[in-house]
């Protein structure tokens, strides 16, 4: 019977020496404090202001013209989310990563009509109100050329967008009922009503803000807050959030990679920033099986200055 070869990677050694009681529960319990007491003042050093959640109703409260301004690239479909491609439509042909386009591959699988969806659906749930009543039935019966030619008009004199006297004030002419759902949208919003509508998926518990997130991030109040709390990202070795603890500390691997070339200037980032972490994971996987990678504890000896006081016994006997 042949002996096998010991692997110095792979297989542990027997242990031949001595035995030292060790209270792994005082160890512990030392450790446990002397981190709890750091964090405690990292966090009050460095912790970042927790400021209460931004929603639709707030934004809409804060900056109404630019909610308003937000609302009509939705119904004119500019936005962000209106021309980003699967997952959410067929505007464009999507993340791609190198020559595979993967999302067009997956598909469309949460469709979403921006001007249906965060515009035309949601005034439908309103109360009724005789002029908002009557510009949804204005608009279903118009063509597609005739709504068109509403949004078009109005969409040239939303650069002088302006809020008074609680209504949004745009000089267009020939834009059909497009001002009175602009204006009923912002009122919508400023209530509450918005942020209710849009997060009820005919579940029983609240829990997919898919919706209301898709719709504050296609605007710029959310991106000025964040700048102005100095949450844009560039504070190398920072983990920056508002929220309470201990929110998605373990996204920073993820949002790292976004403040790094090429990711930080790529329109597929979201794409590569993927593939980067699946390969980094795969990687971390099968470091038990690489060569060479599976030997650097070993070479680079750090285990030997955790335990020194071991090492230091044995050298001395």
Sequence with gaps: MTTRRFRPDVDAPEWKGGHTPYDIVKEGALALLV????????????????????????????????????????LNGTSETATYGPPYNNASIGQELGPLSLAKWVGVTMPINTAQVFVLDPLKTQPFQSTLSSALTTWSKASSTTRHTWVTHY????????????????????????????????????????????TQQGDFYTTDYTLPLLFLED???LEN????????????GMMNETGNYPGQAWLWLYTFWYQVPPFSSSGNGDILV????????????LVPFIPGLRSIPRKVKIYRLIWKEHYKSLEST
Aim: charged fraction near 15%; avoid cysteine; charge should be negative.
């Design 35 to 74: 981190v709890a007491i750091l964090t405690i003042i990292l966090a009050i050093v460095f912790g970042s202001p927790d400021e209460p959640a931004i929603t639709l109703k707030s934004w809409s409260n804060a900056a109404p013209v630019d909610f308003a301004q937000d609302a009509l690239s939705q």
């Design 155 to 198: 969409t040239s004199g939303a650069a002088q967008m302006k809020w008074r006297d609680g209504s949004i004030v745009v000089k267009a002419s020939d834009a059909g009922p497009v001002p009175v759902f602009i204006n009923s949208l912002t009122v919508m919003a400023r209530t509450g009503s918005l942020d209710a509508v849009l």
């Design 219 to 221: 605007g710029n109040y």
């Design 274 to 285: 993927w593939g980067l972490m699946m390969l980094l994971t795969v990687l971390l996987a």
């Design 225 to 236: 807050q964040a700048t102005h709390q100095h949450l844009d990202g560039d504070q190398w």
